[in-house]
């Protein structure tokens, strides 16, 4: 009976977190999934509470039943007597439980949401329907024991109740407030003082607090933090005019004790043809050294050496896959993945090159500080020389044109409620920014800063007052029902920049909840700008994340 509670959350929860039921109102973007973990977790607080009070309501009934002999009115006495302090402790629970819905991971929302929806059934329909209806049908059955074992329990274990039963509890209470005044955790009475340990403080080493500077080429490979990622958009001409739209990321997450988890984004937009292609693969586990370099899994790889082979099941790497790489570092990088979509191979083997342009480290520093959500590392080569073959429809491609490499990671976790508006804007005359808008669970923007490059190769930091983003359309995705921005006017006053954006094609979003459960609109854009009133062309790519059915759209 007590799985029926706990079955019943499980339904819940995929209800709510899988298919995306509630998520404006819970504050969450649907996973499409729920995560493997979710049900052993729940089984295991699950169960222990409801075998709580099942103790507490059978210990009843079985007390009343002694004592009078008569099934039907032990069932009643047992429930009416345990009423109380079951439904009290329920109710503690469910509130204590269910506030866990505020918090900002996803997993944490499910695991609150869960346990307050299984104890309140427990301690409801369970306790006060279905425990008592099932008793008062078995009857005298409920209480059936062979001879043998009976007379062994009544010998044996003897039934305390009443004043010998408290004052039994009350002396195991008092052994044990003696034994937590012990350092030891024995009873200090059969101890000499003489024996007793002095705890001494163990020395331990940790990691230098951040921030700390960013040095490259180390920093290009990976880092022992909680989240990372490698993150390329660019530009192509083909030999035959045509103009593509590319991104390629390359995610690392590392959880406590759990395997290191690897997911990969290829996406192409098909600009001319108006189409946009995307594929997504992801791994469980160390990496096999497949690309030729240094291991990716060490604390701080020197070098750029990332593979994805995609998994054929949970933990089951496709060992005869083609991996996706990510090879090179210090601004001389090599892209190789080949997807599919829509039956089709897609995909992309480019070498690109930083030249002479400087690395920008965002915020000053190359530390961004998200306050009490962590901070995150985070530079860019902000327009790198692109060139290798595109393969659409079949056919490769000659291409050639421009790239922005954004790498990040930190101590933050970039799934949950909010989300943020990237922009990445390449300008004719030699200057280069890119601007974050973050946004809280609220729609509020907590966190908003840019970087500008200038043609000299100048870094300069944007602080939130020296521009400004408007909205001025928007469009909405039919496969997902998300709303997204679809057009922007962004001032740069002391500049003397303004600068619109347009997708190139509307339909740029990826659903890639499958790797990294979340949906996100990343495109090409068609950019006209001004500098003091001359006109200027270039290049952008925009990121968008957190959107869904019923959330705002409206930049600040």
Same mark, same amino acid.
């Given at each position: 009976?007590?799985?029926?509670?706990?079955?019943?959350?499980?339904?819940?929860?995929?209800?709510?977190?899988?298919?995306?039921?509630?998520?404006?109102?819970?504050?969450?973007?649907?996973?499409?999934?729920?995560?493997?973990?979710?049900?052993?977790?729940?089984?295991?607080?699950?169960?222990?509470?409801?075998?709580?009070?099942?103790?507490?309501?059978?210990?009843?009934?079985?007390?009343?039943?002694?004592?009078?002999?008569?099934?039907?009115?032990?069932?009643?006495?047992?429930?009416?007597?345990?009423?109380?302090?079951?439904?009290?402790?329920?109710?503690?629970?469910?509130?204590?439980?269910?506030?866990?819905?505020?918090?900002?991971?996803?997993?944490?929302?499910?695991?609150?949401?869960?346990? *307050?929806?299984?104890? #309140? /059934?427990?301690?409801? @329909? !369970?306790? =006060? &329907? $279905?425990?008592?209806?099932?008793?008062?049908?078995?009857?005298?059955?409920?209480?059936?024991?062979?001879?043998?074992?009976?007379?062994?329990?009544?010998?044996?274990?003897?039934?305390?109740?009443? *004043?010998?039963?408290? #004052? /039994?509890?009350?002396? @195991? !209470?008092? =052994? &044990? $407030?003696?034994?937590?005044?012990?350092?030891?955790?024995?009873?200090?009475?059969?101890?000499?003082?003489?024996?007793?340990?002095?705890?001494?403080?163990?020395?331990?080493?940790?990691?230098?607090?951040?921030?700390?500077?960013?040095?490259?080429?180390?920093?290009?490979?990976?880092?022992?933090?909680?989240?990372?990622?490698?993150?390329?958009?660019?530009?192509?001409?083909?030999?035959?005019?045509?103009?593509?739209?590319?991104?390629?990321?390359?995610?690392?997450?590392?959880?406590?004790?759990?395997?290191?988890?690897?997911?990969?984004?290829?996406?192409?937009?098909?600009?001319?043809?108006?189409?946009?292609?995307?594929?997504?693969?992801?791994?469980?586990?160390?990496?096999?050294?497949?690309?030729?370099?240094?291991?990716?899994?060490?604390?701080?790889?020197?070098?750029?050496?990332?593979?994805?082979?995609?998994?054929?099941?949970?933990?089951?790497?496709?060992?005869?896959?083609?991996?996706?790489?990510?090879?090179?570092?210090?601004?001389?990088?090599?892209?190789?993945?080949?997807?599919?979509?829509?039956?089709?191979?897609?995909?992309?083997?480019?070498?690109?090159?930083?030249?002479?342009?400087?690395?920008?480290?965002?915020?000053?520093?190359?530390?961004?500080?998200?306050?009490?959500?962590?901070?995150?590392?985070?530079?860019?080569?902000?327009?790198?020389?692109?060139?290798?073959?595109?393969?659409?429809?079949?056919?490769?491609?000659?291409?050639?044109?421009?790239?922005?490499?954004?790498?990040?990671?930190?101590?933050?976790?970039?799934?949950?409620?909010?989300?943020?508006?990237?922009?990445?804007?390449?300008?004719?005359?030699?200057?280069?920014?890119?601007?974050?808008?973050?946004?809280?669970?609220?729609?509020?923007?907590?966190?908003?800063?840019?970087?500008?490059?200038?043609?000299?190769?100048?870094?300069?930091?944007?602080?939130?007052?020296?521009?400004?983003?408007?909205?001025?359309?928007?469009?909405?995705?039919?496969?997902?029902?998300?709303?997204?921005?679809?057009?922007?006017?962004?001032?740069?006053?002391?500049?003397?920049?303004?600068?619109?954006?347009?997708?190139?094609?509307?339909?740029?979003?990826?659903?890639?909840?499958?790797?990294?459960?979340?949906?996100?609109?990343?495109?090409?854009?068609?950019?006209?700008?001004?500098?003091?009133?001359?006109?200027?062309?270039?290049?952008?790519?925009?990121?968008?994340?957190?959107?869904?059915?019923?959330?705002?759209?409206?930049?600040?």
């Amino acid at each position: 009976i007590n799985a029926l509670s706990i079955l019943a959350s499980f339904g819940a929860l995929v209800w709510i977190f899988q298919d995306g039921n509630l998520s404006a109102v819970l504050g969450f973007q649907p996973l499409g999934f729920v995560e493997t973990t979710l049900p052993v977790i729940l089984f295991c607080v699950l169960f222990g509470l409801s075998m709580d009070y099942e103790v507490f309501l059978l210990s009843r009934m079985k007390e009343a039943y002694d004592r009078t002999g008569d099934n039907r009115e032990a069932v009643a006495q047992g429930l009416e007597r345990s009423g109380r302090i079951v439904t009290s402790a329920a109710l503690i629970v469910v509130v204590v439980a269910g506030s866990f819905v505020f918090a900002e991971v996803v997993l944490i929302k499910a695991v609150g949401l869960g346990v *307050a929806i299984a104890v #309140a /059934l427990d301690a409801t @329909v !369970v306790r =006060a &329907l $279905l425990v008592p209806s099932t008793m008062r049908l078995l009857g005298d059955r409920n209480w059936w024991m062979p001879a043998r074992l009976r007379r062994w329990i009544g010998t044996r274990l003897p039934v305390i109740e009443g *004043a010998a039963l408290q #004052a /039994l509890v009350l002396s @195991v !209470v008092a =052994a &044990l $407030l003696l034994a937590a005044c012990s350092p030891s955790g024995r009873l200090l009475a059969n101890e000499p003082a003489a024996q007793r340990p002095v705890p001494l403080p163990t020395p331990t080493v940790g990691r230098a607090p951040d921030p700390q500077p960013v040095v490259l080429p180390r920093d290009d490979g990976t880092h022992d933090r909680l989240t990372e990622w490698w993150y390329y958009t660019g530009h192509l001409s083909a030999d035959d005019g045509r103009s593509f739209g590319f991104e390629y990321v390359i995610f690392r997450a590392e959880r406590g004790a759990f395997p290191v988890a690897w997911a990969s984004h290829l996406a192409v937009t098909d600009e001319d043809g108006d189409r946009f292609l995307y594929d997504q693969r992801s791994e469980i586990g160390p990496q096999v050294d497949l690309s030729g370099g240094e291991s990716a899994d060490d604390d701080v790889a020197t070098s750029l050496d990332l593979a994805i082979r995609g998994e054929v099941g949970p933990g089951i790497p496709a060992t005869d896959a083609v991996p996706w790489t990510i090879t090179g570092g210090d601004g001389r990088d090599r892209l190789s993945a080949l997807g599919s979509a829509d039956g089709a191979p897609f995909g992309l083997d480019l070498g690109l090159l930083d030249g002479a342009r400087p690395v920008a480290l965002h915020d000053r520093d190359g530390y961004i500080d998200f306050g009490p959500a962590g901070g995150s590392y985070y530079y860019s080569r902000t327009k790198m020389e692109a060139a290798g073959t595109l393969t659409l429809d079949g056919q490769e491609l000659e291409v050639e044109g421009v790239a922005w490499f954004d790498h990040q990671w930190g101590d933050f976790i970039a799934v949950g409620a909010g989300g943020w508006d990237w922009f990445a804007v390449n300008l004719d005359d030699g200057t280069d920014f890119t601007l974050s808008l973050v946004r809280d669970a609220e729609g509020g923007y907590p966190l908003i800063y840019g970087t500008l490059v200038r043609p000299d190769g100048a870094v300069e930091h944007l602080p939130r007052e020296t521009f400004s983003v408007t909205v001025t359309d928007e469009w909405r995705s039919e496969t997902t029902g998300a709303t997204y921005p679809a057009g922007w006017r962004i001032e740069i006053p002391d500049e003397g920049l303004v600068v619109g954006l347009v997708p190139t094609v509307a339909a740029q979003e990826l659903d890639t909840r499958p790797t990294t459960g979340v949906v996100y609109w990343e495109g090409s854009q068609v950019v006209t700008a001004t500098r003091e009133g001359v006109p200027l062309g270039g290049q952008a790519y925009v990121e968008l994340t957190g959107y869904g059915p019923g959330s705002s759209s409206q930049a600040p």
